[in-house]
């Protein structure tokens, strides 16, 4: 029997606001341990959250880029559990209204983006444990996927997109090193043909983009073999050991939190008002079909290529600066190879290789060569040209001084062609080519031959 | 007359005249608690030389003295009155325990803006008294440092869960104090001891410091020997606070209380008039409506039909929330702490070391509403039974422009006579905990005796109209004696 996975995703990013969202504390990674505190951020007696306007705003933008419905009415509700990472021992989150519903990320739809509090940190030594309270209060946003995912490969190619539109939003850095990503997997397997879903297995504790793929890659044929060996599996939560390169059984199903969600009685709810999101609206990037539109009808650019460049933000922003007269040129060099924002190259080098084709300085074979030149080193075209003395002869002199030659030397290419054999030029021109040791400009060569064999 | 006998408004007069200093006023209040707080156990903590050093610090400041006569400035409200606050209520450096052993040895790193108001207006605050662990109790028996004693009968509880507050104000060992009210923790003790006891509108006063017990119901309010008092110490207290969003931005009124009530309409609720409550007691309420009548007021006869639902109602939403809002005492970053083998072991014996039995019967009450399955059944029916309440309140008061009822079912009873019964415990606050719930404001006030106890009249007001309520409460008093009697200590 053959066996499909269904993978759904639920991401947790830290929004790029100068303070917590409920206090005043600076949000800043790698200050030393408890340093970016206070008392609301710690859970004292007596004190009470407010809200970070911007914290909002951000998880509104969020939205916006991905597609959502922005909910006009939100509100705030405790998650209760104990924990020492949890200064209240209770997380101030959204559970059933939610700020943005819907939505989508290539073929992945979007459920649902909350916001809530980030939690501290806790370090553990030989003897003792510490909690380290200055990300505690960190704006962290959740974007739960539907289980639209079949593949560690989609997961990736998700995770990789959404992270950087939230970049280029400025949401969020999005740093997975820092935690400022982290992503929960949800992955099941179930008979292909089959409506139901198979029994839903959590996989935390993954630390990269790439330890997400490779955590379903180890998954996936795991709980496929469970079942081909007629195994039951259980609802439960692993953990992924990115050094073992398996994953682990955390909780079984019977020991799942209650997290006993009731309404947060110290926060109003949020109410979005149009000229709110008409503000947020102006600070939208571009969506990429937006953005293909104008690339074909800005740049003359044909459809294809026009999809090319709009796949990634960079790759688009790339071409935009690197594009000049002959945008379709530039486009073609930028295609030629699978991500050049990963290469050396910037979007100069693109332009001053298209420029000295264009002038001829160097012939198109020419450039071909300087262009895999640029990419093995980074050196612009001029310094590439120079030093390979590959700029090409335009003196006529020199080229009818060679010509001469040539006609001299070919007796038979010279009747030939006036003999009304028009190929027989080309035999010319390559015999003057390999005089100038390749460096005539060959439209110049062509021109003059055929002035000079007319005239004589 | 004693200094420490004086109302705040008798003190400011002479502090103004400079007929007697801030030191001179504090130390007489400190005299007195030396004399009687031995009896009444109303305080859990003081310094004496620190309230001393304030008072001289506000002489120095020279804000007391200003011209007689002249309206008083309001950051001149209460220069140099000593005011005793709830163990409750933050207060930097100084200890905060709530009336629990989990947070023995905590001291708070901040104070709380009503705090802040205080000190911004002048008072001198003397110290912390006792109350039932977070606020919850109606006879101050749940404090884990013991119980305080009703000035009126020393055998007999003084209210709760702000006992400490009322009994202090009642003896003269405080001028005034603030309390804390969720279902009725002001206005209980306060007509139980015969002094006045205010609880504003939910919204109207920050709650930024004061440690949470039901965070929907919670409101910060005066206890004073007079009702002109409780309108002074409004004006201080209240106002929006942006550490609170639940605060409302709205401007404070001066909470002008002259004027009587001739032509208000004084609904009276046939729900609050029941078989089984002491008969003193409602006759003399009645007698007191009559009084107001008689004063110019028209009485109408009114229904609040939820009345019945209200406890209820109360025992979930509240303890609801206090399953969170006490989940914080974790021994991990500050109070007590107990060892334990693991952090989920050390969890469980802090908390069962720190938490008194009232305290942990309500968490799990609370825990229990909130849980899987039983959330439609307990919790969100109880909210929309308190939309009922609320309801109820907003079509009587189309009728009326406050409500009088009794504040309480009947005069202080003896301590420990209902320890053994938590259900008759939760009982004792039949009338004030709709308020809490419709988010209202309400004033207890003198207005008889039975047993040689006092009795108290509640005041209900719509939300924010405390004026209307603290000037039918003023008339009333002013018309009357109680308010003058004296316990014999």
């Known amino acids: 029997m053959d066996y499909e996975a269904i993978i759904g995703l639920e991401v947790h990013v830290q929004l790029k606001t100068h303070t917590k969202i409920f206090c005043g504390c600076a949000t800043e990674f790698g200050a030393e341990p408890n340093t970016r505190v206070c008392p609301v951020c710690l859970g004292y007696p007596g004190v009470l959250p407010v809200m970070n306007e911007e914290a909002i705003r951000k998880t509104i933008l969020a939205g916006l880029m991905l597609g959502c419905k922005i909910a006009r009415f939100s509100k705030w509700d405790r998650k209760n559990y104990f924990y020492p990472d949890m200064p209240k021992n209770y997380q101030i989150s959204q559970y059933d209204l939610p700020l943005c519903k819907g939505g989508r990320v290539g073929n992945v739809g979007i459920t649902r983006i909350h916001l809530e509090e980030d939690v501290a940190k806790n370090f553990h030594f030989a003897t003792d444990s510490g909690v380290d309270f200055n990300r505690a209060g960190t704006p962290l946003m959740e974007i739960v996927s539907e289980p639209d995912m079949k593949s560690a490969d989609e997961a990736f190619a998700y995770l990789t997109a959404l992270k950087e539109i939230l970049i280029s939003g400025g949401v969020g850095d999005c740093d997975m090193e820092k935690g400022q990503l982290r992503c929960d997997c949800n992955v099941s397997v179930r008979p292909v043909g089959q409506k139901e879903f198979g029994e839903k297995i959590e996989i935390k504790n993954m630390n990269s983009i790439s330890g997400v793929k490779r955590a379903l890659e180890y998954e996936i044929p795991r709980q496929t073999n469970a079942l081909q060996r007629g195994e039951k599996l259980q609802q439960e939560t692993r953990r992924w050991d990115d050094d073992a390169g398996k994953t682990f059984v955390m909780r079984t199903k019977e020991y799942a939190h209650d997290y006993r969600y009731f309404p947060e009685p110290d926060l109003m709810p949020v109410t979005v008002s149009d000229a709110m999101l008409e503000d947020i609206g102006r600070l939208l990037p571009e969506l990429p079909e937006v953005k293909r539109q104008r690339f074909i009808r800005q740049y003359g650019l044909p459809e294809y290529d026009a999809g090319v460049l709009v796949s990634s933000a960079a790759l688009a922003n790339f071409f935009e600066k690197a594009a000049g007269k002959n945008a379709k040129v530039t486009a073609n060099w930028i295609m030629t190879v699978s991500d050049i924002t990963a290469s050396p190259i910037q979007p100069e080098h693109i332009a001053e290789l298209v420029a000295a084709i264009e002038a001829g300085q160097i012939s198109g074979k020419q450039g071909k060569d300087v262009f895999a030149e640029m990419l093995a080193t980074g050196k612009f075209p001029a310094t590439i040209i120079k030093e390979k003395g590959l700029a090409q002869v335009s003196d006529t002199g020199t080229i009818e001084a060679f010509a001469d030659q040539a006609i001299a030397a070919n007796a038979k290419s010279v009747a030939d062609f006036k003999a009304g054999n028009a190929a027989a030029l080309n035999a010319l021109v390559g015999q003057v080519m390999k005089l100038s040791k390749g460096k005539a400009n060959p439209k110049l060569v062509s021109e003059i031959l055929t002035r000079k064999l007319r005239a004589s | ?489």
């Not at chain 2, 207890?444 to 039975?450: A, I």
């Open chain 2, 1 to 489: 007359m004693t200094l420490h006998a004086q109302t705040i408004a008798q003190l400011r007069d002479k502090l103004r005249r400079g007929e007697v200093s801030p030191r001179e006023v504090t130390q007489s209040v400190l005299d007195r608690i030396a004399a009687v707080d031995g009896k009444l156990k109303a305080y859990l903590w003081m310094n004496a030389e620190d309230a001393l050093a304030q008072a001289d610090a506000i002489d120095r400041a020279g804000i007391a003295r200003t011209q007689a006569g002249t309206p008083v400035p309001p950051n001149h409200l209460l220069a140099g009155i000593p005011i005793a606050i709830k163990d409750v209520l933050n207060v930097e450096g100084q200890p905060c325990t709530c009336g629990s052993k989990i947070l023995k040895g905590y001291t708070s790193v901040y104070d709380a803006t009503v705090i802040a108001k205080l000190r911004q207006a002048g008072a001198v605050l003397l110290g912390r008294t006792n109350m039932d662990e977070f606020a919850m109790g109606s006879s101050t028996e749940n404090s884990a440092w013991g119980v305080t004693h009703n000035p009126w009968d020393l055998e007999r509880i003084p209210g709760g869960s702000s006992g400490g507050s009322a009994a202090a104000v009642a003896g003269d060992a405080a001028i005034a104090a603030l309390g804390s009210d969720t279902g009725g923790s002001i206005r209980q003790p306060a007509a139980v001891t015969g002094c006045v006891g205010l609880k504003p509108t939910y919204g109207r006063v920050s709650r930024y410091g004061l440690v949470a017990f039901a965070s929907s119901l919670d409101q910060v309010g005066p206890f004073t020997k007079t009702v002109a008092d409780a309108a002074t110490m409004l004006r201080v207290l209240a106002g929006h606070d942006e550490r609170d969003s639940t605060s409302v931005p709205q401007a404070v009124p001066e909470y002008a209380i002259e004027g009587g009530v001739k032509g208000l309409r004084i609904g009276m609720p046939k729900e609050y008039f029941i078989p089984g409550m002491d008969r003193e007691v409602e006759a003399a309420v009645r007698t007191a409506i009559k009084k107001l009548e008689s004063l110019g007021a028209e009485i109408v006869e009114i229904s609040l039909p939820h009345t019945e639902y209200a406890v209820a109602v109360y025992y979930l939403i509240a303890t609801a929330e206090a399953s969170a809002n006490l989940a914080r005492f974790d021994g991990v970053r500050y109070g007590a702490r107990v060892k334990g083998e693991d952090v989920i072991d050390m969890y469980g014996k802090t908390r069962g070391a720190g938490f008194g039995a009232e305290v942990k019967r309500r968490i799990i009450l609370g825990t229990y509403a909130l849980s899987a399955g039983y959330y439609d059944a307990y919790y969100l029916r109880a909210q929309k039974v308190r939309t009922l309440i609320r309801q109820d309140f907003e079509k009587a008061f189309k009728m009326c422009d406050v409500i009088a009822t009794p504040t309480a079912a009947e005069v202080a009873f003896k301590i420990g006579e209902k320890t053994a019964d938590p259900l008759k415990m939760y009982l004792c606050d039949i009338f004030t905990i709709s308020v809490n719930l419709a988010g209202n404001c309400g004033i207890s006030l003198p207005c008889g005796f039975s047993q040689k106890l006092p009795i108290g009249l509640q005041i209900i007001g719509k939300a924010f109209d405390e004026e209307t309520v603290l000037r039918v409460a003023h008339t009333y008093e002013q018309a009357t004696e109680w308010h003058k009697q004296k316990p014999n200590l």
